[in-house]
C-alpha cells in the first residue's frame, strides 16, 4: 500500500519494463501490485480548474477503491477518468497517458468480470494515445495473451511492435526495440515447443515444415540478441534447447562458453551453471566439468552445484584435489541454507576420511577451520542444534557429531546427546 504514495511526483519517464509489469497471480490472489498514484495528485491546487478538479475528485475515488480492492466500483469511475486525456497541459501529458493505461490494465487484472476484449481494447485505445508508450503496452500486452494461452496472438502483437518506427530512434527506444525482438524469438520458441510435442514423426509434414519456420526465424534473432551484452538466460536457455534437438553441438557449445567468459557480460553464475549442466548432458571429461564449477565457487560458494564439484575432486586420486574439496564444503556450510542438509555433511565426512590417509592431515584441518573457529561452534554445534537434529534428523547427528572433534579439536562444544535430555538443552 505504501508503494501508492511514491510514484507520481514529479515526471520522470521509465526506461525499464519492470515497472510496467502487473502482477501475474490470480485474480483472487492476496499478493497485489497497485499502480502507484501519489496522493499529492488528490490535492487541491490554488488556481484549480473545474476540469481539473472533477479529474482530481475521480483520481481519488478511484485511489480509495483500488486500496480497498472494490474493483466494480474502481473501474465505474475509471470509466469517466479517460477525459484525463483531453488536458492539454503539456508537462503533465505524458504522464497522465501512463497513470490511465497502469490503473486500467490493474482494475481489469482484478475484476472478476473482465474479458480479454476490454484487455484488447484499453490495450489498442492506450497505443494509439501517444508514442512514448506504444513498444511497452505492445509488449505488455502480449505478455497477457500469452497467459491466456494466446501465443499465436501475442507472437503478432510484438511482430507488429517491432516493425514500428516513429521519427528519429533514440537510444532508449532502441533498447525497447531490442527487447521486442528478443521477446518474439521467444514466442518463436513456444510455439515451436508447442509443434515439437504434437507433430507427428513426418519431416515432410507441414506441421513439421511450420516447426522448422519456427526455429529459423527463433535462432536468427536470438543468435543475433545474444551478442549484445546482458543478462539473456531465458533466451540462452531456449535457443540452445533447439540447437540441442537438432543436434547442433558445437553452436549451442559456443553460445554457452561466449555467455559464460565473454568479459563484455556481467558476471552471471547462471551462465556458468548452463554450461556445466550442458557438458554433464553429453559426458564431457571431469576436467572440463572442473574447470566450469571452479569459476562458479568464486561467483557463488554456496551454489547447489558445489555439492557436484566437490564429489569431482573426491573422485581424484590427486592429494591437492582432496584438500581441495574440504575448502569447497566447508565454503557451502559457512551458509546456514545448508546447515541441516544431509548430502553436504555426508560430503564432509567422506573428504576427512580422505584426507586422514594423507600426512600432517590435522594440521591441514586446522588451518583451514582457523577463521572459523569463532563462529562455526556456533552456528554449527551448539546443545540446541544437538536437541533439534536428534528430533528431527538422528542420522545428521550422528554424521555431525563425529565431526565435531575433527573440526574443532581444542573446543569445548555441547553438541551431544549427554547435552540434551528429554529434548531439552542443558
Wanted: hydrophobic share 35%; net charge negative.
Amino acid at each position: 500500500m505504501d508503494d501508492l504514495d511514491r510514484e507520481l511526483g514529479p515526471y520522470e519517464p521509465v526506461e525499464d519494463f519492470s515497472d510496467f509489469s502487473v502482477d501475474n497471480s490470480s485474480k483472487g490472489g492476496t499478493n497485489v501490485k497497485h499502480p502507484n498514484v501519489n496522493p499529492t495528485m488528490c490535492l487541491e491546487t490554488p488556481r484549480e480548474t473545474g476540469f481539473h478538479r472533477s479529474t482530481r475528485i475521480c483520481l481519488e475515488q478511484i485511489r480509495e477503491a483500488i486500496l480497498h480492492h472494490r474493483w466494480q466500483e474502481a473501474a465505474e469511475y475509471m470509466a469517466c477518468y479517460p477525459q484525463l486525456l483531453e488536458d492539454t497541459c503539456l508537462p503533465l501529458a505524458q504522464q497522465n497517458k501512463e497513470l490511465l493505461w497502469r490503473i486500467s490494465i490493474n482494475i481489469l487484472h482484478h475484476h472478476p468480470n473482465s474479458t480479454m476484449e476490454d484487455y484488447n481494447n484499453i490495450c489498442e485505445r492506450m497505443k494509439h494515445s501517444g508514442i512514448r508508450h506504444h513498444l511497452m503496452i505492445c509488449l505488455e500486452h502480449s505478455f497477457h495473451l500469452l497467459l491466456h494461452g494466446q501465443a499465436e496472438d501475442a507472437k503478432w502483437q510484438l511482430s507488429s511492435a517491432e516493425s514500428w518506427r516513429h521519427g528519429k530512434e533514440s537510444a532508449a527506444q532502441h533498447q525497447r526495440a531490442k527487447l521486442i525482438q528478443a521477446y518474439r524469438s521467444l514466442l518463436d520458441y513456444v510455439i515451436w515447443c508447442d509443434k515439437r510435442f504434437s507433430n507427428s514423426n513426418n519431416y515432410f509434414d507441414s506441421d513439421n515444415q511450420g516447426m522448422h519456420n519456427n526455429f529459423r526465424q527463433a535462432s536468427l534473432n536470438l543468435k543475433d540478441i545474444l551478442k549484445s551484452p546482458g543478462v539473456w538466460d531465458s533466451f540462452i536457455l531456449s535457443y540452445t534447447d533447439m540447437l540441442e534437438l537438432y543436434d547442433d553441438h558445437e553452436e549451442a557449445l559456443k553460445i554457452l562458453n561466449d555467455y559464460a567468459y565473454n568479459n563484455n557480460f556481467p558476471p552471471n553464475p547462471n551462465a556458468h551453471a548452463y554450461l556445466y549442466r550442458y557438458l554433464k548432458r553429453h559426458d564431457a571429461s571431469e576436467k572440463n566439468l572442473m574447470r566450469v564449477l571452479k569459476v562458479l565457487h568464486i561467483l557463488v560458494p554456496s551454489h547447489e552445484l558445489m555439492l557436484d564439484y566437490s564429489t569431482l575432486l573426491l573422485n581424484s586420486e590427486n592429494e591437492a584435489d582432496i584438500q581441495k574439496a574440504l575448502g569447497i564444503i566447508l565454503d557451502m556450510l559457512d551458509f546456514t541454507c545448508w546447515r541441516t542438509n544431509m548430502d553436504v555433511w555426508k560430503c564432509l565426512k567422506a573428504v576427512i576420511q580422505r584426507l586422514e590417509i594423507q600426512e600432517d592431515w590435522e594440521n591441514f584441518v586446522c588451518e583451514k577451520m582457523a577463521l572459523r573457529k569463532d563462529w562455526w561452534p556456533a552456528l554449527h554445534f551448539t546443545s540446541f542444534h544437538a536437541s533439534k537434529d536428534l528430533e528431527e534428523n538422528p542420522e545428521l547427528w550422528k554424521v555431525k557429531a563425529s565431526l565435531e572433534k575433527v573440526l574443532c579439536p581444542k573446543q569445548t562444544l555441547k553438541y551431544t546427546a549427554d547435552c540434551v535430555t528429554n529434548g531439552k538443552r542443558t
